[in-house]
């Protein structure tokens, strides 16, 4: 018995999603319970990983092996990177999955924050998360591209994740209309063809898709740094700092992390 603590069995569902895992083997684990508790439920397992492994060193590609192995019927990954990082994970899975002979689908709902800077703890470990993320919002033709990679990756559970707008999904709905049945949301921008009446001549030679894939867009920011420079405690790995309880921080264990941060700067403690 996985030790579960509910009311057994579930209503069956569509489907059941196990996500947010840095670990592979805890979402190992929780795939396993859907299983035993909710058999024949169409499981979609995804971690909170980059391209490279999890936060314990599993390579990536290994990662969606064990999840396939272990039941899960859809595989991916999803929050901490930003779409094209997400991609890039998910096809060291989709390769290492069809190389080993199985079979899966595939899915990824990123962030809506551009990543490139961080770490393997995504971005939480940049200095600007989580109140100043706001600068790197990716725009509704960012959005349109990722759309149009991961469905070229063969990913068809294509969404997103902390940082996404109503706009975005528009946008990844728009991108994919042909391919869902010509179907498109309602108030589509049609790559700016909505502009072609605008009053503004200059703005009128906006409406078109060539003009928005490829924009260079300014912050507004004249001083503004492109990439910033990601904390990497290096303490993932079952740190007395890291351990969750039920109570508030105490202001004893609020000095205990400055105190770390400090001997991170001094370079006192291996990162």
């Known amino acids: 018995s996985s ?12 489907l059941m999603i196990a996500e947010y895992y840095e670990h592979v083997e805890e979402a190992e684990w929780h795939v ?3 299983k035993e508790y909710m058999p024949g439920t169409p499981i979609c397992a995804s971690l909170a990983i980059n391209d490279e492994s999890d936060v314990h060193g599993v390579p990536t590609g290994e990662c969606g092996v064990r999840l396939v192995r272990a039941g899960a019927d859809v595989v991916g990954v999803n929050c901490h990177f930003d779409p094209f990082r997400c991609i890039e994970a998910v096809k060291k899975m989709r390769d290492a999955v069809q190389a080993a002979g199985l079979k899966a689908h595939f899915m990824v709902q990123p962030l809506g924050f551009w990543t490139p800077d961080a770490s393997v ?3 939480i470990d940049l200095p600007e998360f989580p109140f ?3 600068p790197r919002i990716l725009t509704r033709w960012d959005m349109a591209r990722y759309a149009r990679e991961a469905y070229d990756a063969g990913i068809r559970f294509i969404g997103g994740c902390c940082g996404f707008e109503p706009y975005h999904i528009r946008a990844v709905s728009e991108e994919l209309s042909e391919e869902r049945g010509g179907y498109l949301p309602f108030n589509c921008v049609y790559w700016g063809k909505c502009l072609e009446k605008h009053t503004k001549p200059w703005v009128r030679a906006r409406s078109n898709k060539h003009y928005w894939e490829t924009l260079n867009p300014g ?6 740094a492109s990439l910033s420079k990601p904390d990497q405690w290096g303490i993932t790995a079952g740190h007395e ?9 105490t202001q004893q264990e609020l000095i205990e992390g400055n105190e770390f941060k400090q001997k991170l700067h001094r370079h006192e403690v291996p990162c």
């Open 219 to 224: 912050t507004g920011r004249p001083f503004s």
């Open 3 to 14: 030790g579960i603590n509910a009311e057994w069995p579930l209503r069956p569902g569509d």
């Open 121 to 123: 703890q995504g971005f």
């Open 132 to 134: 100043g993320l706001e």
């Open 32 to 34: 396993e319970a859907i």
């Open 241 to 249: 700092l890291v351990k969750q309880h039920q109570t508030s921080t």
